[in-house]
Structure formats: C-alpha cells, structure tokens
C-alpha cells in the first residue's frame, strides 16, 4: 500500500496561489506608486496572471477599481517632440506606401488579364472538346 502524498500537492498548490497573490499586489502597488493608470489588463500582464484569475479574487478586484479612480487613463495629448516623425520621414512613408500601391496595382491588373486569357482559353476548349447535351426524359433530378 502506497503512502498518502497528497498533502505535498495540496501544499504546492498553496504555494503558487500565494505566489500568485503576491505578483498581483505587487503590480498593484508598483503601479499606483508609479502613477500608471491601473486596469485589469495591466496588472495581469505586469503580475503574469489571467485577468479571469484577478476577477475572482474579491479584495485584489476592489482594489483595482479603488486605483483606476485615483489614477484615471492620461489624456490623448500628442507624444513629445522627440516621439514625433519628422516630415521627411512622413513623405518617405507616404511615397513608399504609394509604390507599393502601385505595384499592387499592377499585379492586379497582371492577374486580371490572366484570368480572362485562362477564361478564353477554357471556353474555346469546352466549346470544342465537350460533346452538346441532349436532354434525357428518362433522367430526373437526383
């Protein structure tokens, strides 16, 4: 008779869950120090938790509907100077994505053409290889 071991599973499963817990208030509290802007998206991907997970835990949810007030979502001002594309680099995006709309263009046209000439050919070759059909009285619809 084998020795009963599950205690060693059920202690290893408390483990992970208390490690679990503690990522999840850490992000939190990394994220409200930081003055990031908390939602369950976030602390998820900075804690390596499903947001599922952060659901179900009561206290963790209500803390992170507490900070999304204290910390609400920056406002859509432009980036920093810095950030910005230049003019230049803007023409240059502009011009490559007008040759590219070109060559897609004409690759279009390539394969429309070829269709058409494959539809040409086609008709010809039923037209003459496929015998006329006469319709049999003695056929009904299947």
């Known amino acids: 008779?084998?020795?009963?071991?599950?205690?060693?599973?059920?202690?290893a499963a408390r483990?992970?869950?208390?490690?679990?817990?503690?990522?999840?208030?850490?992000?939190?509290?990394?994220?409200?120090?930081?003055?990031?802007?908390?939602?369950?998206?976030?602390?998820?991907?900075?804690?390596?938790v499903s947001r599922s997970w952060?659901?179900?835990q009561d206290d963790l949810r209500t803390e992170i509907e507490h900070l999304r007030q204290r910390h609400p979502a920056a406002s859509s001002s432009p980036p920093p100077q810095r950030q910005r594309a230049s003019d230049s680099s803007l023409l240059r995006r502009l011009?490559?994505?007008?040759?590219?709309?070109?060559?897609?263009?004409?690759?279009?046209?390539h394969?429309?053409?070829?269709?058409?000439?494959?539809?040409?050919?086609?008709?010809?070759?039923?037209?003459r290889d496929t015998p006329k059909r006469r319709s049999s009285k003695l056929a009904g619809p299947c």
């Open 1 to 11: 008779m084998r020795a009963d071991n599950t205690h060693h599973v059920v202690a």
């Open 15 to 48: 483990r992970r869950s208390e490690q679990t817990r503690q990522r999840a208030i850490a992000a939190l509290r990394r994220m409200d120090a930081a003055g990031q802007h908390v939602t369950f998206d976030a602390v998820a991907r900075q804690a390596n």
């Open 54 to 56: 952060l659901y179900t």
């Open 95 to 109: 011009e490559a994505a007008t040759a590219r709309l070109r060559r897609l263009e004409a690759d279009n046209q």
């Open 111 to 127: 394969l429309r053409d070829a269709l058409a000439h494959a539809a040409e050919i086609l008709g010809q070759v039923t037209d």
